[in-house]
């Protein structure tokens, strides 16, 4: 049996535990272990059959067509190298989201509006991936949008999370659209709606540009590009746990394969001016996606609001290979396109296991807010531990893999120079800086996380009695930190495994690394720059024993408690400590104004009234306020004024109907 067969079948298994999914439910103990257990197995299949064809066979293509779909086209299916690697990001996701859903499932207050859709998501986000036709891409990705959808409303009786339903469904059905549009000009007046056909025709200029614009519109609303991420903080947080680690690390990335498969590979060479529209958005989007996070308390929408920093960076990457591409220059653009796949892998590995980790703490204390949470170190050490990997990981600090990927994007960043055109000269390294800005704040950011929820002593009575999390959820989550060390500590493999992707899109790929002594990377030359992960991971390893062991021998062996410094305060309540909020003003003041126009409102009592003081921080979203909010005031406006012909004669319906006819009679003249 073929890869694609294997694939095929998995999609089929996950559409039939769906449908078993329903009537299980009636037995929530037995469905969650059978659905999640069932789950896993076939994600994990289909993983193993994705990987053997990535590492094999990564130079041919496989192709299948079925007699499903529209008559005179069937569904054309492909896996390719790219596919293949998207598959396994899903499939990875779903495998280890499924045996995390083992424990967490338990907690579940209502199974059965999860369980039936849980793997009906996963199938559609398989068969967006394989779809090889305008049709079977947009029926599946439909399906992935409604089924996510389905599992972002399970808690439906919470007013904010009908509002995120809402949000998303408009948001997904404008995404549609925009992507509809897309393919029907590149499908253009033959309707060749093959990818094979729209591979091999000719594209005009004005066309490839229109479809870059309407796939930055469909597949960056799904990724969370700004302005278009304001379903991303809604739905992610009420969506469950597991859930949410899928949308975030695994859905956006389909967004980001729609993205690469159409324009890279479908639209052929292009043109230098489209590349700085892609490296501008994905700097904005990276820049206000982490001051949007740092701004936040609750715990799921900052891991949310770090998405949309993330896939900026993924966007600034593959902008830059744009711009390499279209220049002629094949090694940059193979250095780009690689850092933004192994980010694509990063992301997925390391918001999976911080959204377990938001999940474990959820499920332990009932909370979100982290000014509720703190000294969850001592109750949950495995958590505590495997969410600090996490955090560094996604901080970009080594050893570990979100290092790697970022240290590749700025090496192509540096590559900029040799780009002749003065407006890429000047955009690649603004984009840069928002890029380093953005690094510099992601670290801020998950001290901020790690510190308020993970440190000090806790500030209210659900963290006292938080438990660590059952071995299914810790099994996850350390299996995704060993991956997340691994891809930091041997990143050459990863990039030999996505060099076959590069050349079957590009046409070029970087040198072998693997070959390289202790496992070193060389991107462009030695005299450029150079990465070892593994040496880098022993300097640290070795240090930290050496002054772990010189503190043993050389301190004291008197103990001495004390209670912790208190940053000059004596006043021992837990109230005290940093805030989430506190840890945040001195960024706040920077960028507020400018950004959230912040206002600090203190309400102080006079003297002699013992009431106390207060301090309430006015936040704005001002892409909420200034774009969607008067575009949804226009359309009820609108709404209100066409109720009106509800109440037309009959004369004045058959009129409107005659007017519509000839107008649309008059347009086809004209455009004929």
């Given at each position: ?72 086209l069937g569904a054309h299916l492909r896996l390719d190298a790219l596919a293949a690697f998207f598959l396994v990001v899903v499939n990875l996701g779903g ?157 956006t990335k389909v967004a980001v394969y729609g993205f690469i498969r159409v324009v890279f590979d479908l639209l052929g060479t292009p043109d230098w001016s ?399």
């Amino acid at each position: 049996m073929t890869e694609l067969a294997v694939q095929l079948w998995c999609v089929a298994v996950l559409l039939a535990i769906a449908v078993i999914a329903v009537p299980l439910s009636r037995r929530p103990g037995l469905a969650t272990a059978t659905i999640y257990s069932a789950t896993l197995v076939t994600c994990a299949v289909a993983t193993a059959s994705a990987l053997t064809w990535l590492l094999l066979h990564a130079d041919a293509a496989a192709q299948r067509t079925l007699p499903i779909g529209l008559p005179w086209l069937g569904a054309h299916l492909r896996l390719d190298a790219l596919a293949a690697f998207f598959l396994v990001v899903v499939n990875l996701g779903g495998t280890l989201a499924s045996l995390y859903a083992l424990g967490y499932g338990r907690h579940e207050h209502a199974p059965h509006r999860v369980l039936p859709f849980y793997p009906a998501f996963l199938a559609g986000m398989n068969m967006v991936v394989l779809a090889a036709d305008a049709f079977s891409y947009l029926l599946s990705w439909e399906f992935m949008s409604l089924a996510s959808w389905a599992l972002v409303m399970a808690h439906h009786r919470d007013g904010s999370n009908r509002r995120a339903g809402y949000v998303y469904l408009l948001m997904a059905s404008f995404g549609t659209l925009a992507l509809l549009l897309a393919f029907g000009l590149l499908a253009g007046a033959a309707g060749n709606y093959d990818f094979a056909a729209i591979r091999a025709a000719q594209h005009a200029p004005w066309i490839a540009t229109l479809v870059l614009i309407l796939l930055l519109l469909g597949a960056g609303s799904k990724a969370g590009l700004v302005p278009l991420h304001v379903w991303l903080p809604l739905a992610h947080p009420a969506a469950p746990s597991h859930v949410s680690a899928l949308m975030s690390g695994v859905m956006t990335k389909v967004a980001v394969y729609g993205f690469i498969r159409v324009v890279f590979d479908l639209l052929g060479t292009p043109d230098w001016s489209t590349s700085g529209i892609v490296l501008a958005l994905g700097g904005i989007t990276a820049a206000l996606g982490i001051l949007y996070a740092l701004m936040e308390k609750d715990l799921k929408r900052l891991l949310a609001y770090s998405t949309i920093e993330n896939v900026g960076i993924i966007f600034v990457s593959l902008g830059l290979a744009l711009a390499f591409q279209a220049n002629h220059q094949p090694l940059p653009a193979a250095l780009a396109f690689t850092a933004a796949l192994f980010h694509v892998l990063n992301h997925s590995l390391f918001k999976s296991l911080l959204f377990f980790g938001a999940g474990a703490v959820l499920s332990a204390t009932g909370e979100r807010d982290m000014d509720k949470l703190g000294g969850l170190i001592h109750r949950m050490p495995v958590t505590s531990v495997v969410f600090l990997i996490g955090s560094v990981a996604i901080s970009a600090l080594p050893p570990f893999n979100g290092f790697v990927s970022e240290w590749l994007i700025f090496q192509a960043v540096l590559q900029s120079p040799q780009l002749p055109q003065w407006g890429l000269k000047i955009l690649v390294p603004a984009v840069g800086g928002l890029m380093a800005l953005a690094a510099a704040l992601a670290a801020a950011c998950f001290v901020k996380a790690y510190g308020v929820t993970f440190l000090g002593r806790p500030r209210g009575a659900a963290t006292l009695a938080a438990k660590e999390v059952d071995r299914f959820s810790l099994a996850a989550m350390a299996i995704l930190a060993a991956l997340c060390l691994a891809a930091g500590v041997l990143p050459g493999l990863v990039m030999d495994t996505l060099a076959p992707i590069a050349t079957e899109i590009l046409g070029s790929r970087l040198a072998p690394q693997t070959p390289l002594a202790w496992l070193s990377i060389v991107p462009i030359a030695q005299s450029h720059s150079s990465y070892n992960g593994l040496l880098v991971a022993l300097f640290i390893a070795v240090s930290a024993s050496l002054l772990f062991v010189a503190i043993r021998l050389f301190s004291s062996g008197a103990v001495r408690r004390g209670p912790a410094w208190g940053c000059g305060f004596t006043e021992p309540a837990p109230l005290a400590q940093y805030s989430a909020a506190g840890f945040a003003q001195p960024i706040r003041r920077v960028f507020g104004t400018l950004i959230f126009r912040a206002r600090d409102h203190v309400t102080m009592p006079p003297p002699g009234d013992t009431a106390p003081a207060r301090l309430r921080i006015e936040l704005h979203d001002q892409i909420w306020e200034r774009i969607y909010a008067p575009l949804a005031g226009g359309v009820m406006a609108a709404s209100v004024r066409l109720n009106r012909m509800q109440l037309l004669t009959i004369r004045g319906y058959l009129s409107l109907v005659f007017a519509t006819l000839v107008t649309l009679l008059l347009v086809l003249a004209i455009w004929t």
